[in-house]
Structure formats: C-alpha cells, structure tokens
C-alpha cells in the first residue's frame, strides 16, 4: 500500500566471527615528514639504537643524549636529522615507554622539538621542578669535605 519496505535483515554471522577480536587501525601520534626518495632502515641499524623501558632506574634526559649521538652516526638519502629520529626514536621505547606513545593522541607530534618536549613533560611535571630548585638552592659543603669532592657531589 504506502510503499513503506523493511530494511534488509544484516547477514548471521558465525560463533567465531563474533568472538573474533577486530582488527584496529590506530594512526601514529607522530606525523613523519614528506621524503621524496627511497630508503630502507636495516635491522643492523635498529639494533645500536639506545632502549627505554621506562623502568624507574631509567632517566629519560640521558636516553635522549644517548639517542641523538647514535643519531649523528646515521645517515640515510632523501631524509634530514630531524625526520631521521622522529622515525628511529619509537624503535627506542620498549614495554611501558611503548604502551605510553601509542596513547598519545593520534598526530599530535610534528617535529622533533615536539617530541623531546612530550617525552621530558612526562618524567618533569612542575613539582619536580620546584624539587630540583629546591635542591640546588639548599645545596652546601659539607664538614670536612674538599672543594674538588663537593663539586662532583654537586654535579651528580
């Protein structure tokens, strides 16, 4: 009479297809710049690559240091130092340091400057700032002690 049809009944799926788990896309937080020539990163050059686990012995200013000197001894055709360690430094993170990047919000990271600062504003919020400051404001030799030894003491 009105014309009015039933929309199409979905297809029945399988017991495994519903229990399946589904495959995600989830986009990179970091936005790799455009390289117009070919290159192939090798596993011999993954391998020197420094490891951050995020373990509460690991200090993420000295992996950054540690990342950039290996960084100086990679070269690869078409690509400039910055986009050379935006795409080498997720190889880098391991375990908890791994699962931290992949919740960052998808390309929310541009460039290398972007990605040192969001790796260091996770293990320096302001109040260790306040702390560090603190240290070094109260900082004093101690009895007995030389000027060469307070010296190392304060650099550690």
Same mark, same amino acid.
Request: proline letters at 10%; hydrophobic letters at 35%; glycine letters at 4%.
């Given at each position: ?16 297809? =519903?229990?399946?788990?589904? $495959? *995600? ?8 710049? +455009?390289? #117009? ?21 690991? =200090?993420?200013?000295?992996? $950054? *240091? ?8 990679? +070269?690869? #055709? ?37 990605? +040192? ?40």
């Amino acid at each position: 009479m009105g014309g009015a049809q039933n929309p199409p009944l979905p297809q029945a799926k399988t017991m495994r297809e =519903n229990t399946s788990p589904a $495959i *995600v896309d989830h986009p990179s937080c970091v936005v790799l710049p +455009q390289c #117009d020539y070919h290159f192939e990163i090798k596993p011999s050059t993954l391998s020197i690559l420094p490891i951050f686990n995020d373990m509460p012995s690991d =200090n993420r200013y000295d992996h $950054i *240091v540690e990342f950039e000197q290996v960084c100086t001894t990679i +070269q690869l #055709d078409g690509l400039t130092p910055n986009g050379l360690k935006l795409r080498l430094f997720p190889f880098t993170l391991k375990h908890y340091a791994r699962k931290w990047l992949s919740k960052l919000p998808p390309r929310s990271i541009q460039t290398w400057v972007e990605m +040192q600062g969001t790796f260091l504003g996770k293990c320096y919020p302001p109040s260790r700032t306040f702390n560090v400051r603190d240290e070094l404001i109260a900082f004093r030799e101690q009895p007995l002690q030389s000027f060469h030894e307070c010296w190392e003491r304060f650099k550690d």
